[in-house]
Every structure is written in C-alpha cells, then in structure tokens.
T-cell receptor, first 114, second 111 residues
Framework: GDSVTQMEGPVTLSEEAFLTINCTYT??????LFWYVQYPGEGLQLLLK?????DKGSNKGFEATYRKETTSFHLEKGSVQVSDSAVYFCALSLFGGSQGNLIFGKGTKLSVKP | EAQVTQNPRYLITVTGKKLTVTCSQN?????MSWYRQDPGLGLRQIYYSMNVEVTDKGDVPEGYKVSRKEKRNFPLILESPSPNQTSLYFC??????????FGSGTRLTVV
C-alpha cells in the first residue's frame, strides 16, 4: 500500500548547522508531497509542498525537491536555528480513489542547541 | 480567520465512559478527517468524511464512531474508551487553495 518512510530521530544539531531529513515514499499514481511541522504543544502546520515531479517546495529557509526517480522528498535547511526545534512529518496525498487522504511518516524530532 | 476548532484541548476520563470530541470548521469544506498521533507511529487516520452524511473508515477505526449531520461539524465519539485510546487527536479539513487545515489537537488520557 501507499506509505511514507522518514529517517528516525531524534536529530540534534548545533545552531547554524546544515539539516537534512530524509523522506521516501511508495505510492500508486502520482502523489502530492508535503512537509508538516509540529512545534511543542501545538498542532500541525504546513511547511512546504510539491505537487509534481521536479517541483521544489520552499518556506522559511527549508527546501525539498520532489524526486520521482528516487521516490524521495528530503527536507533541507542550510542553517538551522533554535526556533526550528520541532517534530517534522513527511506526508503524501493521492487524489481520486482515496479522496485526498494524507498519509504520514512517523515523524522526526529535531532539537537545535545554541 | 479560517480555522478548525477542537474541544476539549485536554481530557482525562475513565475506561468505559462515553465521550465526544467536537470539531468545527468555518471554511465550508466538504472533506473532514480525524487522526490520532502516537509516539513512534506518526499520525494515523481514524475516519474521514467526503460530505454531509458520507463517512468512511481510515486506517484505525476500531473503537471510534463519527457523524456528519452538517457540513461544519464532525464529532469523534468513543462509546467505551479504553486505555489504548490514550492519544493526541487531530481534526483536519481539506479544500480549495488552503489545502489541509488542522485543529490544535485534543490530548486524551483514558485511565
């Protein structure tokens, strides 16, 4: 079935370090891909998305490129800040038969130290 | 402001005592959904609804019920809660350019 696999955490980085969180997916059809962020004690916020192959989503210094050939959507940021500490979820959505249900990875907790 | 409102934010209850978690949206979206979030498991879909009076099971529907009598509301009902339903619950809607919008979550503890 359709699924998302993302790297397990927790990930601990120093401020200004480079961040990569790996995400790969399995899907029938052509999914849209998303990264959501959950700050401590809060709900989920959309961080970025991409709807077709080779699209690059970007927001708040984060980027991810939809790679159909490797079925990947890795999240990157060149210089993390303490305020980026959160749980990050990769997700996919298939339109049509499943009516756009979101399928999530298990989440990766990021802690950024000053 | 477009929003999804869940109530309550926190709830502690005892095994077997029926409870309802409410979800309301002001975006006139047809699609609504419930998820539960558990450590190491991510978010898993419980139920979803494509429109009024149309509901369907997600990945983990056992022990839950939903209803969709009007477009704006999508309550989650636990007829006989058990400790394994202790979790963080999120309601979500989907529609138009706004895509998915999540509520702030309901942290449920069943003792």
């Amino acid at each position: 079935g359709d699924s998302v696999t993302q790297m397990e955490g927790p990930v601990t980085l120093s401020e200004e370090a480079f961040l990569t969180i790996n995400c790969t997916y399995t899907a029938t059809g052509y999914p849209s891909l998303f990264w959501y962020v959950q700050y401590p004690g809060e709900g989920l916020q959309l961080l970025l998305k991409a709807t077709k192959a080779d699209d690059k989503g970007s927001n708040k210094g984060f980027e991810a490129t939809y790679r159909k050939e490797t079925t990947s959507f890795h999240l990157e940021k060149g210089s993390v800040q303490v305020s980026d500490s959160a749980v990050y979820f990769c997700a996919l959505s298939l339109f049509g038969g499943s009516q756009g249900n979101l399928i999530f990875g298990k989440g990766t907790k990021l802690s950024v130290k000053p | 402001e477009a929003q999804v409102t869940q109530n309550p934010r926190y709830l502690i209850t005892v095994t077997g005592k029926k409870l309802t978690v409410t979800c309301s949206q002001n975006m006139n979206h047809e699609y609504m959904s419930w998820y539960r979030q558990d450590p190491g498991l991510g978010l898993r879909q419980i139920y979803y609804s494509m429109n009024v009076e149309v509901t369907d099971k997600g990945d983990v529907p056992e022990g839950y019920k939903v209803s969709r009598k009007e477009k704006r509301n999508f309550p989650l009902i636990l007829e006989s809660p058990s400790p394994n339903q202790t979790s963080l619950y999120f309601c979500a809607t989907k529609g138009g350019v706004s895509g998915y919008t999540f509520g702030s979550g309901t942290r449920l503890t069943v003792v």
